[in-house]
């Protein structure tokens, strides 16, 4: 693929769903902090672009959170902001931070908004920190592969420069390529469709410029495998805006491949195929993706029956890639795999990045969202049969089915979509429930909350569970770096000075 193969989006936040009016309400109960008037006029003073215009501030208070996507269906977003402020500059940035940390007024940051868990939503109004006009590369070191670039840049329009201009990739390809930010990417400890061969974001990751809550500017990273005491860039990977805001990304990049090669199998069980994949990491290979369907979704998709699907493409160096796709040929043979038509493959990287199908189910009544999650190789078989069918098990679902899409030498994760429908004023106790069914069943087979969604919202309930005490210590942290506790609070199930929040 290269930089023509991509299309442009419109490098700019897309809605999910259409609001109808500008009198728009929050849906979750929670203390809204509101901005005087006095304050708004410091704030124009500080940042380029301020705003306070109702359709402004309901546009910026949410995201791609299947729940407050229903909600929008009656115009209500999860929360709602009091300020949009716009900056152009980390001192733009540093400036709102200090003015509103000594106010103690709440700061959500927030950028392309395509996160599904609804980290980037404003649960107590105050400002919301809009980083899309902090955009574009800044620096590329080709000697070293390494490319830093600003917060607010969509991810289809910084690889098309970085491979159309410098002849590199970042390697990370995410669903929400065109909707999604390097700074969103980071901060929610993303993964792209390609992680297998280049790692995850905090694989990726080098170094970062980040502005605490009273303005204080920290940069991190910066060389290579440095042991300078604990590392501070992981300490802001995956903290979704909780403990700081990212003005500036370093990125490891890699030559832009040339070479590309492709294939699909089929096994008689999904935990056969899972299997592949552990031998396949096992032996060392790592093909860009490996992607294993149960047989609901592998039928649906694409038609194969009872059989579950293995789809695998790998790219880079010709030497590399034919010694990786040598090594899953004979693995999946080693399995009695059948070899499957390859055009399976094109068909996924076709529809790879299509995301209209979510905002057509919801408005056509149905309760529809995905859960991603990882595990241990000797955890994974046993973690799919309970988890689909504890999903199943929820009164109203019509399906639920998973993938394997990302594979480590460990582990992997599964991803499980299901589906619902009930009566319309029952919609939320049926997330609710179907959220509290799978995700339990997961952390009682052994597995992690999240694999690249994140947590903010949705997923806040259950960290308690999934860190233990580990959450006191990031308590601790947030503490001592946010001591207002002004930074998009709410989130990451730590507690709040603004309040609790209830929902519908």
Not at 87 to 103: G, I, K, M, N, Y
Not at 281 to 301: F, K
Not at 479 to 489: E, M, Q, R, T, Y
Request: a negative charge; hydrophobic letters at 40%; charged letters at 20%.
């Amino acid at each position: 693929m290269t930089a023509a193969d991509i299309t442009p989006g419109p490098g700019a936040p897309t809605a999910p769903i259409a609001l109808r009016t500008d009198a728009v309400t929050p849906a979750i109960a929670a203390a809204r902090v509101e901005v005087p008037e006095s304050t708004v006029r410091r704030l124009r003073d500080a940042c380029a672009e301020v705003s306070t215009e109702p359709i402004v501030l309901a546009e910026a208070s949410r995201d791609w959170w299947p729940q407050a996507m229903i909600w929008a269906l009656d115009d209500k977003v999860a929360g709602l902001a009091s300020v949009v402020a716009r900056p152009t500059s980390r001192d733009e940035v540093a400036a709102v931070l200090a003015l509103c940390d000594a106010q103690h007024i709440p700061v959500t940051t927030a950028a392309g908004r395509s996160g599904v868990c609804g980290s980037s939503v404003p649960l107590h109004g105050g400002v919301v920190l809009d980083l899309t006009a902090m955009a574009g590369i800044t620096d590329v070191d080709d000697a070293s592969m390494v490319v830093e670039a600003l917060p607010g840049t969509f991810g289809d329009l910084f690889e098309i420069e970085l491979r159309g201009t410098h002849g590199l990739t970042a390697g990370h390809w995410p669903q929400s390529m065109a909707l999604s930010t390097v700074g969103g990417w980071v901060a929610c400890r993303g993964a792209g469709q390609y992680s297998t061969r280049y790692g995850k974001i905090e694989d990726i990751v080098e170094g970062l410029e980040v502005v605490l809550a009273d303005g204080t500017v920290v940069r991190t990273g910066g060389h290579p495998r440095a042991a300078v005491g604990p590392d501070l860039t992981q300490l802001f990977v995956g903290s979704e805006g909780t403990l700081g805001v990212m003005t500036s990304v370093r990125l490891r990049a890699h030559p832009a491949p040339d070479h590309e090669q492709r294939s699909a199998w089929s096994f008689d069980s999904f935990a056969a195929g899972l299997d592949a994949c552990r031998r396949i990491l096992r032996r060392g290979a790592t093909p860009a993706s490996l992607r294993l369907y149960d047989d609901v979704e592998a039928d649906r998709n694409y038609g194969t029956g009872d059989r579950t699907l293995l789809l695998v493409l790998d790219e880079g160096d010709p030497l590399v890639v034919d010694a990786t796709m040598r090594v899953v040929a004979e693995e999946c043979a080693a399995l009695d795999a059948k070899v499957e038509d390859v055009a399976h493959v094109q068909h996924w990287v076709e529809r790879r990045n299509d995301v209209a199908a979510l905002e057509k189910l919801i408005t056509g009544g149905l309760v529809v969202d995905t859960m991603e999650i990882t595990g241990r190789w000797a955890n994974l078989p046993a973690l799919y049969e309970s988890t689909v069918a504890a999903l199943r098990s929820v009164p109203g679902t019509l399906a639920a089915s998973a993938h394997q899409s990302h594979s480590y030498t460990d582990g992997g994760c599964l991803y499980f979509t299901f589906a619902g429908k009930t009566e319309p004023d029952e919609r939320d106790a049926y997330y609710r429930a179907i959220w509290d069914a799978g995700q339990r069943a997961v952390l009682a087979g052994g597995g992690s909350l999240s694999h690249h969604h994140g947590i903010g919202i949705n997923r806040a309930r259950f960290v308690r569970d999934a860190l233990g005490t580990g959450l006191d210590v990031l308590a601790s942290v947030k503490v001592a770096l946010d001591p207002s506790g002004i930074l998009n609070p709410g989130k990451l199930g730590l507690p709040s000075p603004f309040g609790p929040v209830a929902w519908p």
